[in-house]
């Protein structure tokens, strides 16, 4: 039907009088097009959005509390935030890799969380960002990260949704994954994982084992041989103890030959990657990576806190650099972005919190940058980082350790499940694990730990 020439139209609010015959055959295809209202549909909707209102309303944050465990040569971390309505949202944080104090931190920080909705948790970090900008970053950032990363376990499990869910929906079912520390943990830490390795025939078996077990990469890091026996190479973390850092003949002959045992024993198909860490100057990353031009390798992983000397490196180097995993915050990436300092950005959402390192994420694409999240943790962390990788575009591969803890699978309700190299993303709600309280009491958390340990001689 036409309408009347009273009526205004669509076309500048003009009225349908002073309208051409071919604008008002249009118009008339756009009356005919809408839609014919269904009865009680709009009252419906209105109860839908009540309904979502209320739900949303009394999710708030009724307490906050921390938990840990005995990790061998660290501890694990826990925050657990429950809501009023009973939901308990998890996340795992570490002090264990130079950041003591997260959770005093967090303690102190609870007490502008708690009564606050767990909908708004972009809300909450904001505010908790402005009550200590002064001193942002560094152990305040990293608090803020554990707490938003409970904050979004605790708001997909109200929505009875998996996490990625939050973050865009999943791009992808599995991610590659890297074989982290191979080698370095039997040869740095022989207590707790085994069997140890001992020379460098222990270093081609653990490449055979990698290979044998269908994982496609592998990271190993620095070693030094004395009477065929390896020593982990850490002057940047004080083992040993040498602050001008110095990267003399001996740790290139000897990191060589460690690639080269590890490479035999891996196979042509296995991809290595390298991380130098903070274990050199400029000089000294340069010299490293001269020695090794000729081997295959993946990437090398580099930290260093100046976004242009490590764009001089990569300039130099014959292989792909990796950095960023101690980062905190877009505003420390976006100097390197920049620069151009890296081919791959490496995130730590635990120390970020997954919706800040979508952000990171987001700036890496738009310098041309894909990501990889750094996971060296419990199997909490492990699954942050599984959904973030699940739903981030620019993705790399996903850093995991496979050698772990003989009671680690007491520790949580859920292990990632890994086939041929791949973590097959859950899809239960929240992360998909979570801390199991009566395992963490099985195993209490030893004094101190982790990289304070380094160099030091421990009872």
């Known amino acids: ?114 009564g606050q909705n767990v909908f708004q948790h972009e809300r909450i970090y904001a505010e908790l960002f402005a009550a200590t900008r002064p001193a942002a970053g560094g152990v305040v950032a990293q608090a803020l ?20 869910e939050l973050l865009g929906g999943k791009i992808r079912d599995r991610i590659r994954v890297y074989w982290s520390h191979c080698a370095t943990w039997r040869i740095n830490h022989p207590s707790w994982y085994k069997p140890p390795i001992e020379s460098l025939d222990g270093v081609k078996a653990i490449g055979r084992e990698v290979r044998e077990k269908k994982f496609t990469a592998l990271k190993t890091n620095i070693f030094t041989y004395d009477n065929g026996r390896p020593t982990g190479w850490r002057p940047g973390f004080g083992a040993p103890f040498a602050p001008e850092i110095n990267v003399e003949r001996k740790v290139l002959r000897d990191l060589h030959m460690h690639l080269e045992a590890i490479r035999d024993g891996a196979g042509a198909d296995v991809d290595i990657l390298l991380d130098l860490n903070f274990n050199a100057k400029t000089e000294g990353y340069l010299k490293i990576l001269r020695a090794i031009a000729d081997l295959d390798i993946f990437w090398i992983e580099i930290d260093s806190f100046n976004p242009e000397a490590l764009g001089f490196i990569r300039r130099q180097s014959p292989h792909p650099i990796s950095s960023c995993e101690t980062l905190l915050g877009l505003r ?59 739903a981030v575009p620019n993705l790399r591969i996903m850093e995991t350790d496979v050698d772990r803890l003989a009671w680690d699978h007491e520790l949580f309700t859920h292990v990632p499940d890994i086939q041929d190299g791949h973590l097959i993303i859950p899809d239960r709600p929240g992360w998909g694990t979570e801390p199991n309280e009566e395992g963490l009491r099985a195993h209490p958390p030893k004094h101190g730990g982790g990289l304070l340990n380094y160099g030091r001689k421990v009872p």
Not at 145 to 161: P, Y
């Open 145 to 164: 990260g554990a707490i938003e990363n409970a904050l979004l376990d605790a708001k997909a499990k109200h929505l009875g949704v998996p996490c990625y």
């Open 1 to 114: 039907m036409w309408p009347k020439t009273s009526e205004r139209s669509a076309f500048s609010g003009r009225s349908t009088a002073t309208l051409r015959p071919s604008a008002l055959a249009l118009m008339g295809r756009w009356h005919l097009a809408e839609p014919v209202p269904i009865p009680g549909k709009h009252r419906h909707n209105r109860r839908k959005r009540a309904k979502g209102n209320a739900m949303t309303k009394g999710s708030k944050v009724k307490s906050v509390e921390l938990l840990a465990c005995d990790a061998g040569w660290r501890n694990y971390h826990f925050v657990k935030l429950t809501t009023d309505d009973g939901v308990v949202g998890w996340s795992e944080f570490d002090e264990g890799f130079g950041s003591p104090g997260i959770g005093a931190a967090i303690q102190r920080l609870s007490v502008r969380v708690v």
């Open 332 to 390: 420390e990436f976006l100097p390197y972005f920049r620069e151009q300092a890296m081919d791959v950005a490496i995130i730590d959402t635990p120390w970020n919190g997954v919706w800040q390192s979508m952000k990171i994420a987001a700036a890496a694409e738009h310098h041309e940058v894909n990501v990889a999240p750094h996971n060296f943790y419990g199997h909490l962390c492990s699954m942050m980082n599984a959904h973030f990788s699940a």
